[in-house]
């Protein structure tokens, strides 16, 4: 059992940053492969970017490549989504995702085990 705990978000002006993080419990962290996803007002949850295991691979959703980027520290139990030149599009809901199988990486949600309870983000034009 993981349990994900998100934070970080927050109110931003447009062309701001927000770096969101997400503490795992469980001492099998290191073996997850993570995700963050979000959800704006009235839309389906979406993927945003996934990190493999190790950290060595990562994948981005097409509308935040180049502007987000996903890491993780293995020995802190955390994952983080760094967000760089944020867009009014980028309001949502974010939440982190765990899949036990620590290797591939996956868009969709239904591959993911585990979830946190979301942080918000906003961004004003």
């Known amino acids: 059992q993981v349990q994900l705990v998100e934070s970080g978000g927050g109110l931003v002006q447009a062309g701001g940053s927000l770096r969101l993080s997400c503490a795992a419990s469980g001492r099998t962290f290191s073996s997850y492969a993570m995700g963050w996803f979000r959800q704006a007002p009235g839309k389906e949850r979406e993927f945003v970017a996934a990190i493999n295991w190790s950290g060595g691979r990562t994948s981005y959703a097409n509308s935040v490549q180049g502007r987000f980027t996903i890491s993780r520290d293995n020995a802190e139990n955390t994952v983080y989504l760094q967000t760089n030149s944020l867009k009014p599009e980028d309001t949502a809901v974010y939440y982190c995702?765990?899949?036990?199988?620590?290797?591939?990486?996956?868009?969709?949600?239904?591959?993911?085990?585990?979830w946190g309870q979301g942080t918000q983000v906003t961004v004003s034009s």
């Open positions: 995702a765990a899949r036990s199988d620590g290797i591939y990486l996956f868009t969709s949600s239904a591959r993911y085990d585990y």
